[in-house]
């Protein structure tokens, strides 16, 4: 069971969910770490560290802690759909593999931009060594290894969900464990955003958060290496049929014949290019996308005050028990107890501060 570290572990910061006053009104503050080695006896650093491992990341177990770590934190946030980390490692040896209860929607896509020290990633035989400045990216579907090999590696880690990002980009598990090139401007543009984000997002509005993180997923597809031969098949029709579907996502009224007029074609063409790169037509897109929504909202701690039927609306369903039995079908179980049992698997809260 979570529960607070030793109070001395706060003094750096106030609780995640906590805001202060300023002379403009209420105004959120910067989170405190979860997890902070400094804050810790000697003797425990290593073992809490791998409990923290476990407990935010499951599936990652810490192979190898080095000596007695001077140092280490973990900060965690939730980001719209995804999540927002940022992490200070001693030297540690870790390893990944996906959970077998995972499912397609709990399941994410990960981008790290390391910010100070170094670190090496691997995945599916691609190896990088991350230095101040560089972008790799990981997935979640697949087991992984990192290593920190000198004094530290302090790094943030974006965690977007995997279903979002392969269907709209497909091909990209073919450059996990792989340096975004830096004479790519694109990579120059997204390593920016991502460094932004990174400092404001534990200020952001919800639905500022929602237009940052969009613009996120949007920016991925600059990369030069997302435009090579390889994945060159999405053409420019889908990606852009899928970016309508997710811009306007909640409207009900939504339908592929909205979407093939936005580019001035016949649904029927339209429908065959999205069979051909997705394997979905474009109203089979529509109501995928809306039940993974409405699956990660269900479980996203953000909406826990919302009835299942709100966050069903809000992504565009139009008649409950219509969106029950679709969602049943998906998914095996009810909306309710998808929800139960991902709250009960989360601790339905934000992430919770590691202790003895």
Not at 150 to 166: E, G, K, Y
């Amino acid at each position: 069971m979570h529960a607070s570290i030793p109070s001395g572990a706060l003094a750096r910061g106030l609780d995640p969910r906590s805001t202060h006053t300023s002379a403009e009104g209420p105004t959120a503050s910067r989170p405190c770490p979860l997890l902070d080695l400094e804050s810790v006896a000697e003797s425990q650093r290593a073992i809490l560290w791998r409990k923290a491992a476990r407990s935010y990341f499951p599936g990652l177990t810490i192979r190898n802690v080095r000596g007695t770590p001077n140092a280490g934190s973990i900060e965690g946030t939730e980001f719209s759909l995804g999540s927002i980390w940022t992490v200070l490692s001693p030297q540690v040896t870790v390893d990944y593999r996906p959970q077998p209860d995972s499912t397609a929607v709990r399941q994410s896509f990960a981008v790290i931009l390391q910010l100070q020290g170094a670190m090496a990633a691997e995945q599916r035989h691609r190896h990088c060594h991350l230095e101040p400045g560089s972008v790799c990216l990981l997935d979640e579907q697949w087991p992984f290894a990192l290593e920190v090999r000198d004094c530290f590696s302090h790094f943030m880690l974006m965690r977007l969900p995997r279903w979002m990002i392969v269907d709209r980009y497909p091909g990209i598990s073919e450059h996990t464990a792989s340096l975004i090139c830096d004479n790519d401007p694109g990579a120059a543009l997204l390593r920016q955003m991502l460094q932004h984000v990174h400092d404001v997002a534990p200020f952001l509005e919800n639905s500022q958060s929602d237009v940052a993180f969009a613009s996120i997923v949007q920016l991925l597809g600059i990369l030069r290496v997302l435009g090579s031969k390889q994945d060159c098949h999405m053409g420019w029709r889908a990606h852009a049929a899928l970016t309508l579907i997710d811009a306007r996502l909640a409207d009900a009224s939504l339908n592929a014949n909205d979407i093939a007029a936005a580019q001035g074609v016949s649904r029927r063409h339209l429908d065959e290019i999205m069979i051909r790169n997705t394997g979905l037509a474009i109203a089979a897109q529509i109501w995928r996308r809306r039940l993974e929504k409405t699956a990660a909202d269900l479980r996203n701690p953000r909406f826990a005050g919302k009835s299942i039927t709100e966050i069903a609306f809000d992504a565009g369903f139009k008649d409950a028990a219509h969106f029950a039995r679709a969602f049943k079908k998906r998914y095996h179980c009810t909306p309710r107890t998808w929800r139960r049992t991902g709250m009960a698997a989360t601790g339905g809260d934000a992430p919770a501060r590691i202790t003895r």
